[in-house]
C-alpha cells in the first residue's frame, strides 16, 4: 500500500488509520485485563520521563515463594564491580525456579510492552538480586547500552527491577535519571548522580524503564540485604543478553505459559526472524 494511503495531502495520518490503531491498542489493554486510561497515563509518563514506578502488582504469597526458592542460589557474590562484590544474582532463573514466572507475563507489564515495541518481542534477561549490607553504588549504565546504535534513539529494550523487600533511599533503591531516555551519547562519568532519584517503594512494586534511561542499584547503607528481581525485554529483532536457547532445557520451557516460552525465543519475527528448519520454533516444544 503506498504512504498516500496512509496519510492525508498535508502528511497528517488519516482519521480512519488512526481509528484503527486506537481500537488495536485498546484491544490489546482488554486482552490483559487492564484499564485502557490507566495504561495511557502510565505510557505518557514513561514517554515524559523514562521510567514510572508500578505500585503493588504481585502478592506477599508470592514473594514469599520467589524469596524461598531463591535463597539456595544465592550464595555467591559478584565478581565484577557492575555485578557487585557484595551482590549476589541468579542467572538462568527458570531454569532453577518457576517462583519468578508470574513477574515475567504480569498482565501489566505485557501490555506496557505491546505499546513499545513490534510484536513477539523477547525476554532478554531475568535475575533475583540480593544486595548485601555495605555494597556501594552501582556504575551508571542504560540497559541497551550494549547495542552499538547511536542515541538519541528509540529504546531497543525494557526493563523493571521488582522490589521483594522494601525499596528506601537508604538500602539501595535503584537510582534513576528522569528524562536522561531522551540524552545523546554520553560518557557516564559525566552525570551528575546528585541529580538521580532513589525508586523508593513498598516490596511487590516494581519500577518500569526504558532501556535509554540512565540508571544504577544505590548502596546499601543498612544492616540488611534488599532483594530484588530484574526482568528485560528486546525488540524481537535484537539478540537476547541471556542465551535462552541454552540457557534454559526444552523440558523446563514446556513447563512455562505459552506467553513465556514466546518470550524465550520460541517464537517468530514473520517471515524470516528466529524460525528453525523453515518453521515456527513453538513446534519444537509440541512435538
Known sequence: MSQRAYTN?????????????????????????????????LLATVQEDGYVILPNL?????????RSEAEPFLQYDGRTEFEGYRTRRIYSVIEKTLSCNPIIDHPLVMALLDRLFMANYLLSQLQVIRVMPGEIRQPLHHDDGFYPIPR????IGAALIWA??????DNG????????????????????VDQMVPAVMPAGSAVFFLGTLWHGAGANQTQRPRLAATTQYCEPWARQQENYCLAISRERARQCSDKIQSLL???MLFPFIGFVDGRDPMRLLRE
Open 152 to 155: 538519541p534513539r528509540k529504546p
Open 164 to 169: 521483594l523487600d522494601d525499596f528506601t533511599a
Open 9 to 41: 495531502e498535508d502528511g497528517t495520518v488519516r482519521a480512519e488509520v488512526l481509528a484503527e490503531q486506537e481500537a488495536t491498542l485498546a484491544a490489546s489493554a482488554r486482552a490483559h485485563g487492564v484499564d485502557e486510561h490507566y495504561l495511557e497515563s
Open 58 to 66: 504481585i502478592s506477599k504469597e508470592t514473594i514469599d515463594t520467589i
Open 265 to 267: 525465543g520460541y517464537s
Open 173 to 192: 533503591a535503584t537510582l534513576v535519571y528522569p528524562k536522561s531516555h531522551l540524552w545523546g551519547d554520553v560518557p557516564s562519568g559525566e552525570i551528575d
